[in-house]
Structures are given as C-alpha cells and as structure tokens.
C-alpha cells in the first residue's frame, strides 16, 4: 500500500515540475519613438521597465538592429545593418564575439583579426555626430565641399577613450565637429579591433561631408 501511494504522489508531483519549468513569462509589447529611431520591443508585465523578448531599431522603415532580449540582458546573436539593409556584422552576446563583418575597402576579416566596432548599427555613431555637427552659420557664404574625418580612439578593452580629427577642413567646421565629439555618450559600447588574435587599441572613423550653400 505504501508503495502504491508513493508511486501516485510522485506522478502528481511530475506535471508540477514541468508546468513550473515551462511557465511562460508575460510580457506587453512597446513602440517607442527615440529621435530618428523606433525602437519595437517587449516587456516585463511584472516590470515594464525590463525589456524580455524580440527587439528592433528601425529607421526610416528599416530594421538596424535585431536581436533579444532576456530580463533586461541581450543574448544569443544579433545583426546589425547599414542604411543599405545590408549587414554590417553579427554579434554572439553568450559568446561575446562579431562574426560576418563586411569588408570594407577590400580588407576581409575573420575572428582573429578585424577591425573596431560600435556594438550596434553604424548608423547610430553617424547619425548622432550629423545631428550635432551643425553647417556654421559663419560659413554660410562658403563655395566648396568640406570633408571632415573624425577618429575616435578605441581602447583595447572596447572603451573610447578620446578622439581627434584625422582629415581637417576650415576652423568653423572643424570645431563643430569637434564639439559634436565631445557629447558622445558615455554609455556607448565598442568592440575592440583584433589583430591575429589580440584586442589592440584602434581608431574608429567618422567621415562627414558638408554642402556648400548660397
């Protein structure tokens, strides 16, 4: 009899087990304008301030980020794209490393050598430096192009940690610039170049080109 007993308290017991291991997490869906960018995402019900689940940056009615979120922490893989749809790298969060980096310039690269990254969509750094690099009211009158290249200096642990301009143009253009530099956020995150397998310190560019105008 006791035996009997045990055997149907422990069939009780093993639905419980995997009801509790399958529970399923709820969540409320988001669409957030931030600036140029919608960010569609969900949540905690429990925490609406925790992100959990499928995310997307889009801009301009084009996905520039995907991946997921678990409790607040991006996992498993992540694409990042350019303006183009086209992926500018993957990212493995578990793994903690970039795969599938588009060539540029005609250099290829692989998992031991590649260059730094801004752990997001390229057109995040871009766009944020246009925004705040403003035409000089100054130069208005001016008659020519003027091309700025703006390097931002990466540490070897991913950190920025200055910048400077690589290509000048006139002082009022390079000063704007310079000042757009100066508000990047902090919380910014980068991957550092790897050079046959070793994090090396690099540079990180930004290329801007302001019209003339009448």
């Known amino acids: 009899m006791k035996f009997f007993i045990f055997i149907i308290a422990l069939m009780l017991a093993l639905p419980i087990g995997a009801q509790n291991k399958h529970k399923t997490i709820k969540t409320i869906k988001r669409t957030q304008k931030v600036g140029l960018y919608t960010e569609k995402f969900s949540v905690l019900a429990s925490d609406t301030s925790v992100k959990h689940g499928p995310y997307a940056l889009i801009y301009k009615n084009k996905t520039i980020e995907k991946g997921e979120y678990k409790k607040g922490e991006r996992i498993g893989e992540w694409a990042f794209y350019n303006i183009h749809d086209v992926i500018e790298f993957k990212y493995n969060y578990d793994q903690r490393i970039p795969y599938q980096i588009m060539p540029h310039r005609g250099a290829t690269y692989n998992a031991k050598t590649f260059p730094s990254l801004y752990l997001g969509s390229p057109m995040v750094p871009y766009h944020f430096i246009v925004q705040h690099a403003y035409y000089p009211v100054k130069e208005s009158g001016n008659k020519e192009d003027c091309m700025v290249v703006l390097a931002l200096e990466i540490s070897e642990t991913g950190k920025m940690t200055g910048y400077h301009l690589e290509v000048s143009s006139h002082d009022a253009f ?13 919380t910014w995150r980068w991957v550092p170049a790897r050079k046959n397998g070793r994090n090396v310190a690099s540079i990180y560019r930004i290329t801007l080109i302001f019209e003339a105008v009448d």
Do not use: F, S, Y
Request: charged share 15%; no cysteine; glycine share 0%.
């Open 174 to 186: 390079n000063e704007v610039v310079l000042n757009a530099a100066a508000q990047i956020p902090k």
